[in-house]
């Protein structure tokens, strides 16, 4: 599924596995765009990109602004809240 979403925050969300692995991933705190007002998301939503954050790091800044993102997977997190996976296609929708 593909949203349009303006992007509010961006961080790279870090935690160990029980092998005691460090994983980083980037996160992304946003807000659903979508043109049709009956199919949006009402609260803000996370994102985990499949980007590793070093590669990540070398992208300009997408805060305040409106991309496209392509969902790809969701997970249940802490009190109930939806993460979803996916990634960011090339293309911004709006600066």
């Given amino acids: 599924m593909r949203v349009k979403a303006l992007v509010k925050k961006e961080k790279i969300h870090s935690f160990k ?22 199919e949006v998301f009402e609260n803000f939503f996370d994102v985990t990109l499949d980007i590793l954050p070093d590669e990540y790091a070398k992208r300009p ?11 790809i997977g969701c997970s249940q997190i802490f009190a109930g809240k939806a993460r979803f996976n996916g990634f960011l296609v090339d293309k911004s929708v709006k600066v």
């Fill in 17 to 38: 596995t029980r092998k005691g692995e460090e994983i980083k991933q980037v996160q992304l705190t946003c807000i659903d765009m979508s043109d049709h007002a009956d």
């Fill in 61 to 71: 800044s997408i805060i305040n602004k409106v991309v496209e993102i392509a969902l």
